[in-house]
């Protein structure tokens, strides 16, 4: 029978590396899942019936999308849109490179950061505009241990957060493109589902699409300037 060669040293060093920051990782989800709320908590209404109440007017919405020169490369992007019109009241962005690589169940330990940065830069002034509900692309407890980038940035943002996968298992027979709606926290599945169809001007609802919209277009246009330079 013939031997299986052994790992070569720097091979080898990296897988336990690997595997330690998996475990690390781990126990950091398994702390933070402890803190999320599966139901509606929030003080705001889809439709105020008094002058008293808080209605639901600012929806939020984050993405990220990379260079096709450099899969490092990102560009984090926030908006925000009134949830009656669903026009977009604010924007941001954030150029960054990567450290931490893509790793299958632990996306948030990649994009999260970049993403509440942005959250509490916009906090930190006070904008009027700060969103009462974020949609995150990426599952919220639609995930391997329960606890997706959704989940992740609405405990570390404190905010009722809704998470939109496009990618998963086909559903339905004849279901075309379909979106995966999660929660992420502080919201039932029910209210992220009358949310997400209350926003949806197509496929994807409105604040996730045009945070993708936003994201692609000025990375691509900060790599062409750089080109002409």
Not at 109 to 127: C, D, G, I, T, Y
Not at 140 to 146: A, D, F, N
């Amino acid at each position: 029978m013939e031997k299986k060669s052994p790992e070569p040293p720097e091979e080898a060093s990296q897988s336990r590396d690997s595997s330690r920051d998996n475990q690390t990782w781990i126990t950091a989800q398994n702390i933070l899942r402890e803190k999320l709320i599966t139901e509606d908590c929030f003080a705001w209404k889809l439709q105020a019936g008094s002058k008293e109440e808080e209605a639901l007017r600012y929806v939020g919405g984050v993405d990220i999308s990379f260079s096709k020169d450099d899969p490092s490369r990102a560009c984090g992007t926030l908006v925000v849109l009134d949830f009656h019109t669903l026009q977009v009241l604010y924007q941001d962005f954030s150029l960054v490179t990567l450290q931490v690589p893509y790793v299958p169940g632990f996306l948030a330990f990649r994009e999260a950061p970049v993403l509440l940065q942005l959250l509490e830069k916009m906090k930190r002034s006070n904008n009027p505009f700060y969103p009462q509900l974020l949609m995150v692309d990426g599952n919220g407890i639609l995930h391997p241990r329960g606890f997706g980038l959704a989940c992740h940035i609405g405990v570390e943002a404190n905010l009722p957060t809704i998470g939109i996968g496009k990618n998963a298992m086909r559903s339905t027979q004849g279901s075309i493109k379909p979106i995966f709606i999660s929660i992420g926290h502080k919201i039932s599945l029910q209210t992220a589902i009358m949310i997400v169809q209350m926003t949806c001007k197509y496929r994807v609802p409105e604040p996730i699409r045009q945070a993708d919209i936003r994201s692609r277009d000025y990375i691509r246009k900060l790599e062409a300037n750089a080109k002409v330079k």
